[in-house]
């Protein structure tokens, strides 16, 4: 469809100066003169990698394949066409018969000639990953390229870039066995730490079709590690703020780094947006210590985000090799001002994150203007010229909220090739809202600005403005009594109908007393027990998926409707054969043996076949029966089913009184409308999926095989929990893989 040149590289750049973003350029500009690796593509040395792309491309032509895509035919009434598989504990991959799955980009892979071979071992240095793959695959993205590889093409299937997240690490398999015996998170090693933060971030890798095989062009110029050390432009309302200002940037405009990058989004101007989901716990900030050097507000709003660590996850803070590098995963008040430490660090964490595929050396933005939590990922509604362009989002954290950013600028077809110039103009103004859901089936979007009463009055914290608002949105969700809702995780939108679903994974404190707990409520409805080995969990233990439908259809309105699309259960629950105490109403979908499911996570509709939507879990409640899986499924659409009494547990005495709650079921699936599609290796979730434009073959992330393998069993390859996909006695790798049809048709239908 759109076929544009590729945005023009180089130092000076006038449509690169965006909305709201003029201070500092200085950084990219610098960068731009000394990198300008898109320069390659255009001048001399440029001409060598084109035609050393060009010759794989005549190669594909050479058997029959131009590099277009073939013309697929409309299918009209799609139905899930393949035969379920089998719930698996294996250590290995399964699709349908008839499809075959490829592994195509595994932790350490080289993006170009700056790395060799990976050793596996634990003994690749640090800096080297800033030519590898990353670890711990998740949310992704395909951006088409023409033939040439010189402009973006959204209708090519044959060539493309993947835009990826690394969300975090799998320590053990990151360094050697005699380290990891080491380790002490009080007196990290350098090296360690440098790697560990080299392995995080986004990969950009362009991908090709050669025949009927998809591999990585590891020389495209393209190619591009993003890591939690790469600096990123702080861009919208909270640019410049004082809660903003570290030592490395005075000014608040800048910061190092994006950290546990979950799901994603993707735009209409070909920017791709990466989400910080559990950055907090990376900073060091031992409360006892560190709460007397600061404020009540301070205090509380560090306590909201969770901002609470000892050391850190990793102790990064805790080098043996001092300095600014290690300093900054300080956040404890250490210097005279702001502006003297990084108390201020976390801060400048939490962002939806636009980073331009096409511009290899643009620095990303975290835009400000999404607000600051726990963020999942961000989905675009479509966008509609003259009409706001509106993002969906959620925290994944229990009793978190699901948010609504609106822009202030109305959609302009003539932007969709504007990159970060556009994402200036939409996603740096706009409103922000949060969504309460009603027990009579309706919902609103609360708006979150600081003319609301009820957020300029807040007794438990002062906002000082708009900014303060923005990067304490869940103080400000808080205030205006939104809805608490089961670990909100990804995000999609129906392109056949506009509403919008989102998964709730599970919540282990729903029905419970207390501060952490909540009651239930119609869009959070159940309460029960699930027994896995001796062990008794309740709450939501297997979750589900809730959507909406805005009033009149309207991306932008303040009110919807919603229903719960789908519940996860276990399929013989009912039957009474796995719940501690007996419940006779948790399977509310009518799960069976080819569709049953725990937690999902992932989720993604096709946007070649009409009404095909992807369903991946992140599950530990049915991982004695299963492996974590993909499904299929044709969902209808919201009030297809009916209303439905909810009678839930009232044990352990720790749950609330009064457990019955009355929600919205939609219609059951049936075997015809989910379907499970894979099953991934031991220990793995899995996590981003999406398709070429023709719909004939889908890349799937498969994130952190043998996650379960402790520190004890290292040093004995035969003890890891997972060898895939290398197998023998590898240490296993998150991967990217590629699953197609033999016969070369569509997925799934
Ligand atoms: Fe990173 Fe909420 O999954
Ligand atoms: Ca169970
Ligand atoms: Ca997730």
Same mark, same amino acid.
Do not use: H, L, Q
């Given at each position: 469809m759109t076929q544009k040149a590729i945005r023009s590289a180089g130092a000076i750049d006038p449509d690169d100066i965006g909305h709201n973003e003029s201070a500092n350029p200085s950084f990219e500009s610098i960068l731009h003169a000394r990198l300008s690796r898109r320069n390659l593509l255009k001048g001399g040395a440029g001409l060598a990698a084109t035609s050393f792309i060009g010759a794989g491309l005549a190669a594909c032509g050479s058997s029959g394949d131009s590099g277009a895509s073939p013309a697929v035919a409309p299918v009209a009434t799609p139905t899930l066409s393949f035969s379920a598989v089998a719930k698996s504990v294996a250590d290995a991959l399964a699709v349908p018969a008839g499809y075959t799955a490829t592994t195509l980009f595994r932790l350490g892979d080289p993006i170009d000639a700056g790395a060799g071979a990976? *050793? &596996? !071992? #634990?003994? !690749?240095?640090? *800096?080297s990953f800033e030519h590898r793959a990353g670890d711990h695959h998740d949310g992704i993205h395909y951006f088409g390229l023409d033939a040439g590889g010189t402009a973006r093409d959204d209708s090519n299937s044959s060539r493309g870039l993947l835009c990826m997240n690394h969300e975090n690490i799998t320590q053990v398999f990151l360094h050697t066995a005699a380290q990891v015996g080491a380790y002490n998170i009080a007196a990290r090693a350098a090296a360690e730490v440098d790697k560990e933060i080299n392995v995080h971030g986004v990969s950009v890798v362009e991908v090709q079709k050669n025949g009927a095989a998809y591999a990585i062009n590891t020389a495209s110029a393209y190619n591009r590690r993003i890591t939690a050390a790469t600096i990123m432009e702080i861009s919208g309302p909270a640019r410049g703020d004082d809660l903003m200002v570290t030592k490395y940037s005075p000014a608040g405009t800048q910061t190092r780094g994006t950290l546990n990058n979950c799901a994603h989004g993707y735009t209409p101007w070909g920017t791709y947006l990466t989400c910080e989901e559990n950055w907090a716990g990376y900073f060091k900030r031992p409360t006892a210590t560190d709460n007397p050097s600061r404020t009540a507000k301070e205090v509380s709003a560090l306590a909201r985000y969770g901002v609470t660590s000892a050391n850190g996850n990793y102790g990064w803070a805790n080098s043996t090799t001092t300095g600014d590098l290690y300093d900054r995963w300080n956040a404890t008040v250490m210097g005279a001002s702001a502006s003297a430490d990084y108390r201020n660090v976390s801060n400048t964490f939490g962002w939806t994150v636009e980073v331009d595929p096409y511009d290899p050396v643009a620095a990303p933005r975290k835009r400000t203007a999404l607000g600051r939590f726990g963020h999942e990922g961000a989905w675009l509604a479509k966008a509609t010229a003259g009409k706001p362009i509106v993002a969906y989002m959620g925290d994944d954290a229990r009793m978190e909220y699901i948010y609504k950013f609106v822009s202030s600028a109305n959609w302009d077809p003539a932007d969709a090739d504007r990159g970060l110039t556009a994402g200036g103009k939409y996603l740096d103004s706009g409103t922000l809202y949060v969504a309460k859901f009603n027990a009579d089936g309706t919902g609103q979007w609360l708006k979150l600005d600081i003319a609301q009463a009820a957020i300029a009055g807040y007794a438990s914290y002062a906002f000082a403005d708009q900014a303060d608002v923005l990067i304490n949105v869940r103080l400000a969700a808080d205030a205006v009594g939104a809805t608490k809702m089961d670990r909100p995780e990804w995000g999609a939108i129906n392109p056949v109908n506009g509403e919008v679903y989102m998964t709730l994974t599970n919540n282990s404190n729903r029905g419970l007393t207390g501060s952490s707990g909540a009651p239930l409520d119609p869009a959070n409805p159940r309460f029960y027990s699930d027994t896995k080995g001796a062990a008794t969990s309740r709450g939501n233990v297997n979750g589900h998926i809730i959507r909406w439908k805005e009033t009149g259809g309207d991306p932008a309105a303040g009110a919807f409707s919603w229903d719960v699309y789908l519940f996860g259960a276990q399929a013989s629950v009912d039957a009474g054969g796995d719940n501690t105490d007996y419940q006779a109403n948790v399977n509310l979908s009518g799960l069976g043996a080819d569709n049953d499911f725990s937690s999902p996570d992932g989720l993604w509709f096709s946007q070649k076949t009409p009404g095909l939507l992807w369903i991946e879990t992140d599950d530990g409640a049915y991982t004695d029966t299963t492996n974590c899986m993909l499904l299929a499924a044709m969902p209808g659409q919201v009030g297809d089913g009916a209303s439905k009494a909810v009678v839930n547990l009232t044990v352990p005495a720790n749950a609330n009184a009064n457990q019955s709650v009355t929600t919205f079921a939609g219609k059951q699936p049936g075997i015809a409308g989910l379907r499970r599609f894979l099953v991934g290796p031991k220990g793995s979730e899995i996590t981003g999926i999406v398709e070429t434009p023709d719909g004939r073959a889908i890349f799937v992330n498969i994130q952190h095989? #043998?996650? &379960?393998?402790s520190a004890a069993d290292i040093a004995t390859p035969a003890n890891f929990e997972s060898h895939w996909p290398d197998g023998g006695t590898a240490r296993p790798r998150s991967s990217t893989i590629v699953v197609t049809r033999n016969d070369g048709g569509l997925i799934g239908v």
């Open positions: 990976f *050793a &596996n !071992d #634990g003994s !690749d240095a640090a *800096a095989p #043998g996650e &379960n393998t």
